[in-house]
Every structure is written in structure tokens, then in C-alpha cells.
């Protein structure tokens, strides 16, 4: 069973940095080069919103306006993990940040539809809390 396990999370003041990690285990090489991996954010009393998106094949992104030119999503091939770089961070940043996987193709992953459909994405990892005071 493929398991994603986010790690990196903290408080932080506004305009402080933090980069999260997204490791994936129980994937081959074969199955894991297909995914789109994502990450969500979810604050109290407020939806889950999709953050940024990167296919694993290619390493293509795909960024929810409201974090872009702060964020930035990238991976590492040789030991699956996917990493969300936090700069200029806002206290509306706060939440509790996921990563999730889907099996896509290149196309869908960097679409906004797939970004605003979390109930697509098979695989879910714990979360962590990013806090960012003012």
C-alpha cells in the first residue's frame, strides 16, 4: 500500500520561510513515475484548498494563484519525495498542509480542475501544521 508522510511543518513569522517534505513509500519506480503529487492546505472553518501540483515523470508544476511566485514544488526522483518551499509567508497561510497522490497524466496534473477536486486524490498523507504569525 503506497503511504505518503509529510514532515517539516512549525510556526514561523510572517515573511519567514519553511519547506515541507512529502516521502512516498511502497512505490516502484515503474508505478511512482505516473503520479501527480499534491499539496492541500486546509484551515479552521475554511475548505481545502490546493496549494501546487508536480508530475512526478516530468517534474512539471502547476501553482494555485494564491501562492504563486511564493511556493515552490519540486522533487527529488532518487528517494520519492516531494518538497513545498514556503517563502514570503502570510499569517493567511496558516493550516494544516497534505500531500496527496493520484495516478494522472501530465496533462490533468497541471490542470486548476484537478487542483479544485481533492476527492480525486487516492492517497493522503497525515499532515502537518504550518503556523505563520503576524
Known amino acids: 500500500q503506497v503511504q505518503l508522510v509529510e514532515s517539516g511543518g512549525g510556526s514561523v513569522q510572517a515573511g519567514g520561510s519553511l519547506r515541507l517534505s512529502c516521502a512516498a513509500s511502497?512505490?516502484?519506480?515503474?508505478?511512482?513515475?505516473?503520479?501527480?503529487i499534491a499539496w492541500f492546505r486546509q484551515a479552521q472553518v475554511k475548505e481545502r484548498e490546493g496549494v501546487a501540483t508536480?508530475?512526478?515523470?516530468?517534474?512539471?508544476?502547476y501553482y494555485a494563484d494564491s501562492v504563486k511566485g511564493r511556493f515552490t514544488i519540486s522533487q527529488d526522483s532518487a528517494v520519492n519525495t516531494v518538497y513545498l518551499q514556503m517563502d514570503s509567508l502570510k499569517p493567511e497561510d496558516t493550516a494544516m498542509y497534505y500531500c496527496?497522490?493520484?495516478?494522472?497524466?501530465?496533462?490533468?496534473?497541471?490542470?486548476?480542475?484537478?487542483?479544485?477536486?481533492?476527492?480525486?486524490?487516492?492517497?493522503w498523507g497525515q499532515g502537518t501544521q504550518v503556523t505563520v504569525s503576524s
Open positions: 496527496a497522490a493520484v495516478p494522472s497524466t501530465q496533462s490533468a496534473c497541471a490542470s486548476a480542475w484537478l487542483l479544485q477536486t481533492a476527492q480525486r486524490f487516492s492517497v
Open positions: 508536480i508530475y512526478t515523470r516530468s517534474g512539471s508544476t
Open positions: 511502497a512505490y516502484t519506480y515503474s508505478t511512482y513515475s505516473m503520479y501527480c
